[in-house]
């Protein structure tokens, strides 16, 4: 059962991400009220192919907010279902997850609580989800939405490690707490990064709504200061966590699995980077959004990952403490 809980609980964290990529390409596509009602779809379990399987008045009928919903159109409504039915299978796993987190109840009770945190916080992540569509996609909704989804990998992240013991001893490091302060401040930069990343997406959204999705090279103009901000804050944070590696690099007695992770982390934020300036200059493809979304929730799990690497002798309260992604290697 224990290593079923470790194995599972990575595949579960994977399968998080993964919805996380598919929430971006509904985004991307405009989807996002491809089915005006929750849980069902137009009313139904199975959503319609075409509309005449709607009725005449279907508009009025599954008007939001007082307003008439837009055209039925077929893709966005199933890249919207498929998104939710993704989302069930999404909860199932962390239900088993949760199930197999029973086997550590009494070696370290703290795993089986946080994988029942995870769980619960997936429960209140679905009945958001059904507020974001009832309120017709308001901003404040998707950002709480997109922060949430982001707090239950963080505590994925911290169970699935917990429950891993023996494999990697992380290597010694001096001066922690000047580690431990950059690292802090790159969490904060990263998650502050992220909300504003969300802002300049749901300017994004609004203006290729009111433009129809058309011209997407005008959309950057559109947005105005919050992008500005944004594409310069990024660098800021580059800079900070090239300084981060510096201080690794200075403080740690042989490169090994911190290093490791520091290096994926910086290759996260150059990724993260690229894909922004891409958006900038190639007009928005839509291609791009759910990847440069995706690209920033892995570095924020990362540096979730890294600050438990760090302080794994007080967060655990033993002398070693090991990822879950290796096993008995220094990287």
């Known amino acids: 059962m224990a290593r079923a809980f470790r194995q599972f609980g990575i595949i579960t964290i994977v399968a998080v991400y993964l919805l996380i990529l598919v929430g971006g390409i509904v985004r991307s596509t405009g989807s996002g009220m491809g089915c005006p009602d929750w849980p069902k779809c137009f009313g139904q379990w199975i959503p319609p192919t075409h509309i005449r399987q709607l009725p005449p008045d279907y508009k009025t009928i599954f008007k939001v907010q007082g307003k008439e919903i837009a055209d039925f159109d077929p893709f966005k409504t199933w890249v919207e279902y498929l998104n939710r039915l993704l989302g069930v299978l ?19 009770r703290a795993v089986f609580y946080l ?8 429960g209140f ?19 709480l939405h997109m922060v949430v989804a982001l707090l239950i990998v963080a505590i994925l992240i911290y169970a699935i490690a917990r429950a891993h ?11 922690k ?18 909300v504003l990343g969300t802002q300049v997406r749901e300017a994004i959204d609004h203006i290729a709504a009111q433009m129809n999705y058309l011209a997407r090279e005008t959309w950057i103009e559109q ?21 981060l590696l510096f201080l690794l690099h200075k403080n740690v007695v042989q490169v090994g699995t911190l290093s490791f992770w520091t290096y994926i982390l910086t290759g996260l934020i150059i990724g993260e980077i690229a894909t922004g300036a891409a958006m900038a200059y190639l007009a928005i493809p839509a291609i791009l959004q759910p990847v440069h979304l995706l690209l920033a929730s892995l570095m924020f799990g ?8 760090l302080n794994g002798e007080r967060v655990f309260k033993m002398a070693n403490f090991h990822s879950s ?4 290697t220094n990287y």
């Open 125 to 143: 992540q679905g009945w958001l989800g059904s507020v974001v569509v009832a309120t017709n996609l308001a901003p404040l909704m998707i950002t």
């Open 90 to 108: 999404i909860g199932l796993c962390i239900f088993i997850t949760l199930l197999l987190s029973v086997s550590y109840f009494h070696r370290d």
């Open 325 to 328: 992604l290796s096993t008995k």
């Open 223 to 243: 947005i105005g200061i919050a992008f500005y901000i944004h594409r310069s804050y990024s660098l800021v944070i580059l800079a900070v966590h090239l300084y």
């Open 115 to 122: 994988a029942l945190l995870a769980f619960l916080m997936t």
């Open 177 to 194: 707490s000047k580690l431990n302060l950059v690292l802090g401040i790159c969490l904060l930069m990263g998650l502050s990064q992220i």
């Open 165 to 175: 013991t023996g494999y990697v001893q992380v290597e010694v490091v001096q001066d």
């Open 302 to 309: 990362v540096q979730v990952l890294l600050a438990l690497l």
